[in-house]
């Protein structure tokens, strides 16, 4: 079945450092692919999406580029802020499983000043 | 537009007893999912709706939990009786037509502790 792989964490950053965060899939269609972000006691909030092999989705500053041929979906930022600190979430869709999403378990992020 | 709500936020009962949930999704998203969030682990499907149909409840605890859509809107889910390992956050999304490329909208979350 379809599964995410994400890069375990917690991770801990200073201010204005570059960020990564790994995420892998596994599916047998073609997925759509997307990065959800929480903050402290909210609900996920859909932070980007990219919904063919090339494309690269972008909010915030935040980008992930959608790479069939390595099954990834990496998460970056140039430049962190202390308000970027929350849990994200890499996640598929899989267009032929009547479009529920499967999600990774999540990195925490704290970025501190 | 007017997010998706869910109720209550948080609610703690003892073991055995039952609960209930309820969300009202997006104006117009006609599929609504209930997944339950393990504390450190990500959202795990428990149903989807597809107006007021069930697409798909494979991983839905059956002998304890039900869940319902009346008239394509409101969606409640209903734990009955509960176990201490259903402890979690209760996260209702709603989406246009599947998550496909749009994505979900996620209500804050019922954070439910059963002692």
């Known amino acids: 079945g379809d599964s995410v792989t994400q890069m375990e964490g917690p991770v801990t950053l200073s201010e204005e450092a570059f960020l990564t965060i790994n995420c892998t899939y596994t599916?047998?269609?073609?997925?759509?692919l997307f990065w959800y972000v929480q903050y402290p006691g909210e609900g996920l909030q859909l932070l980007l999406k990219a919904t063919k092999a090339d494309d690269k989705g972008s909010n915030k500053g935040f980008e992930a580029t959608y790479r069939k041929e390595t099954t990834s979906f990496h998460l970056e930022k140039g430049s962190v802020q202390v308000s970027d600190s929350a849990v994200y979430f890499c996640a598929l869709s899989d267009r032929g499983n009547a479009g529920k999403s499967t999600f990774g378990d999540g990195t925490t992020l704290t970025v501190k000043p | 537009e007017a997010g998706v709500a869910q109720s209550p936020r948080y609610k703690i009962i003892e073991k055995r007893q039952s609960v209930a949930f309820w969300c009202n999704p997006i104006?117009?998203?006609?599929?609504l999912y209930w997944y339950q969030q393990i504390l450190g682990q990500g959202p795990k499907l428990l149903i989807q709706?597809?107006?007021?149909?069930?697409?798909?409840d494979s991983q839905l605890p059956k002998d304890r939990f039900s869940a319902e859509r009346l008239k394509g809107v409101d969606s409640t889910l209903k734990i009955q009786p509960a176990k201490l390992e259903d402890s979690a956050v209760y996260l209702c999304a709603s989406s246009l037509e599947g998550a496909k490329g749009y994505g979900y909208t996620f209500g804050s979350g019922t954070r439910l502790t059963v002692v």
């Open positions: 599916a047998t269609g073609y997925p759509s």
């Open positions: 709706f597809q107006n007021n149909g069930v697409v798909d």
């Open positions: 104006s117009g998203h006609a599929t």
